[in-house]
T-cell receptor, first 115, second 111 residues
Framework: EAQVTQNPRYLITVTGKKLTVTCSQN?????MSWYRQDPGLGLRQIYY???????DKGDVPEGYKVSRKEKRNFPLILESPSPNQTSLYFC??????????????FGPGTRLLVL | GESVGLHLPTLSVQEGDNSIINCAYS??????FIWYKQESGKGPQFIID?????DKRQGQRVTVLLNKTVKHLSLQIAATQPGDSAVYFC??????????FGGGTRVLVKP
């Protein structure tokens, strides 16, 4: 089954404790992206990657890191989480990312609480 | 995309009626627009898209209209069904492959 998976689905942590949220897709997609979703603000793009070893900042990259060492995985790293990073996080992928009529597939979401 | 307050705008519609969801976008350089549907506890799902050189595109029970003059996008759902209850987001893509989402509209279908 074609899908985007994220782990963990729920995470409670404390300020300053490094964490990684994994994202994996099995569709051989080149484009992957991370979003955060907050009430009243919709989805905001954190980082995206057009292909292996190619990453770019989205609208809200501060406090986050990503890496794209292999095509299927795009982990989101919070080196020193803060309470304002409490949010619902979505990973997404699509075939190439720049083309018209390209469906972006979203993962199930990771709910993060930083105390 | 537009930003809204803490409470999502809500559209209540009778089952069987048509729904119209509106979105104002911000970037006149955006060349691609997408509508997503997000059901409770799930990630957004693609519904329909439109390129900036078009003003209308139809899918199955859905139609997207684009008015570039006033930077307005709308999604029309024909014969709304209970399964259409969800939050709907518009998104715009400009150069650089960044996707910017609107704040969302909640659609509640009344039986």
């Amino acid at each position: 089954e074609a899908q985007v998976t994220q782990n963990p689905r729920y995470l409670i942590t404390v300020t300053g404790k490094k964490l990684t949220v994994t994202c994996s897709q099995n569709m051989n997609h080149e484009y992957m992206s991370w979003y955060r979703q907050d009430p009243g603000l919709g989805l905001r793009q954190i980082y995206y990657s057009m292909n292996v070893e190619v990453t770019d900042k989205g609208d809200v990259p501060e406090g986050y890191k990503v890496s794209r060492k292999e095509k299927r995985n795009f982990p989101l790293i919070l080196e020193s989480p803060s309470p304002n990073q409490t949010s619902l996080y979505f990973c997404a992928s699509s075939l190439r990312g720049g083309s018209f009529r390209e469906t972006q597939y979203f993962g199930p979401g990771t709910r993060l609480l930083v105390l | 995309g537009e930003s809204v307050g803490l409470h999502l705008p809500t559209l209540s519609v009778q089952e069987g009626d048509n729904s119209i969801i509106n979105c104002a976008y911000s970037n006149s350089a955006s060349d691609y627009f997408i509508w997503y549907k997000q059901e409770s506890g799930k990630g957004p799902q693609f519904i329909i898209d439109i390129r900036s050189n078009m003003d209308k595109r139809q899918g199955q029970r859905v139609t997207v209209l684009l008015n570039k003059t006033v930077k307005h996008l709308s999604l029309q759902i024909a014969a709304t069904q209970p399964g259409d209850s969800a939050v709907y987001f518009c998104a715009e893509k400009a150069a650089g492959n960044k996707l910017t989402f609107g704040g969302g509209t909640r659609v509640l279908v009344k039986p």
